[in-house]
């Protein structure tokens, strides 16, 4: 059983956003879940998803940037942005002192959440989730989005399609690999920027928020586990 919990928190210079905890009874970490460029934190990508981490002991903070809360269709600019995911990391912090915590989101999100961990420490977060990262517009290859990601020094865990024509693998895998041992990349077959899987795959879109939601889950409870390690080894 999930308990979920509607807040409201504080941004810099900008009134004040909304946002929906969602925590499982069973929770082991606290994922802060930024929506994407054109839906919010409402979107049925976004609920199903928060739905399937919740069953993999996944608790969610999701919220709104200012441009979604005011109802504008234009995203905000970069600095407010990674400003309001400073103040959604603190929020999450707040509402649960207890749990892991983590940080990422769907495409825009995920992406201004790594922008914002490249330009700012984030006290607390242990690694780092994109759901899609638009590493390209459509049509328009190319790498310019990526060239602050050697500066997140966060290990970073990537879920991109096949048919993602917001990145292409061809130039994201060598990325990956410049980055190192602190980035996973994780590919789903013909799975589009939405997670929607061809039907020749054999699997349902119910089976990759699933599929999402699991990988997340142990990704984040080995980041846990090897950082107690290492803390505790160097207590030793």
Request: glycine share 8%; hydrophobic share 45%; proline share 6%.
């Amino acid at each position: 059983m999930s308990i979920s919990e509607n807040i409201r928190f504080a941004l810099r210079d900008a009134g004040e956003v909304s946002a929906i905890l969602l925590r499982p009874q069973n929770a082991e970490s606290l994922l802060v879940l930024a929506h994407g460029a054109g839906a919010g934190m409402t979107h049925p990508f976004m609920e199903s998803l928060a739905s399937e981490l919740a069953a993999a002991r996944v608790a969610t903070l999701r919220f709104q940037f200012p441009y979604m809360e005011e109802r504008r269709k234009i995203p905000d600019r970069p600095p407010v942005l990674t400003a309001a995911i400073l103040s959604a990391i603190h929020a999450a912090s707040e509402a649960a002192a207890d749990l892991p915590l983590f940080a990422g989101g769907k495409s825009l999100g995920g992406r201004m959440t790594s922008l914002a961990a490249a330009q700012n420490t984030l006290d607390g977060v242990r690694g780092l989730v994109f759901f899609g990262f638009p590493l390209h517009p459509p049509n328009k290859p190319g790498t310019k989005r990526a060239e602050h990601l050697p500066n997140v020094r966060l290990p970073m865990l990537f879920f991109q399609g096949t048919r993602d024509p917001f990145a292409d693998l061809k130039l994201l895998r060598p990325i990956c690999a410049e980055l190192g041992a602190r980035v996973t990349l994780h590919v789903i077959e013909t799975a589009d920027h939405s997670f929607h899987v061809l039907k020749s795959s054999g699997k349902t879109d119910g089976d990759i928020m699933r599929e999402l939601a699991r990988t997340a889950s142990r990704w984040t409870r080995q980041e846990i586990t090897t950082r107690s390690s290492g803390e505790a080894g160097a207590r030793r």
